[in-house]
């Protein structure tokens, strides 16, 4: 349903997610729809509970930026919201988080609502959150990171995002 929103999305996408690891589809969905004009903001911990979780998410920001994703950071506490607004109608609201380990391994629900008053007082909230607690992540601060620290990255991404995976792979 996440991607359908973002593949429908015509004007802005407000997602606040506590752990964020999509698959390469999610991916691809979240950057046609910068490509087609369409304002993708993406609300991350910036404080989380877990220091993986921070570096999980960050080993993305470059791509996130490259794509035309604006990432912000939770700045308040940690942050275990998951919702998500589509321009004027549709929201979630729910338990699963955007990552593998959710997905495959949690038993979650979310709730999706078409329902523009519902939709409008869910966004109003999320960019006041946004303008009191919100970070946003600049270039600047992801371009100085080191060639061997994105090679870092990358090979984390792609264990973390197949764990699920491999853990099935190792004999009980």
């Known amino acids: 349903m996440y991607r359908l929103g973002l593949r ?16 390469y589809r999610f991916l691809r969905a979240m950057r046609q729809a910068v490509q087609r004009g369409v304002r993708v903001r993406l609300v991350l911990q910036g404080e989380p509970d877990k220091d993986y979780v921070k570096f999980a998410a960050g080993t993305l920001y470059d791509h996130l930026l490259n794509i035309g994703v604006e990432v912000y950071e ?12 589509m321009d004027d109608d549709w929201a979630t609201v729910g338990s699963s988080n955007l990552d593998p380990f959710s997905l495959s391994l ?4 979310n709730l999706f609502i078409r329902d523009p008053a ?3 007082t869910l966004r109003q909230r999320l960019e006041a959150l946004l303008d009191a ?7 600047d601060e992801v371009a100085r990171r080191s060639p ?3 090679l870092w990255r990358w090979l984390g991404y ?15």
């Not at 429908?8 to 698959?23: E, G, K, S, T």
């Not at 949690?106 to 629900?109: D, F, M, V």
């Not at 607690?133 to 270039?139: F, K, M, Q």
């Not at 792609?158 to 190792?170: S, T, V």
């Open 133 to 139: 607690h919100g970070r946003r992540v600049t270039r």
């Open 74 to 85: 939770f700045m308040e506490r940690p942050s275990h919201a998951k919702v998500a607004v």
């Open 106 to 109: 949690n038993l979650e629900a």
């Open 158 to 172: 792609h264990l973390l995002r197949h764990f699920p995976k491999l853990a099935g792979l190792i004999p009980v």
């Open 118 to 120: 519902f939709t409008d």
């Open 148 to 150: 061997l620290w994105h």
């Open 8 to 23: 429908n999305a015509q004007r802005d996408i407000i997602l606040m997610n506590a752990y964020f690891f999509p698959c």
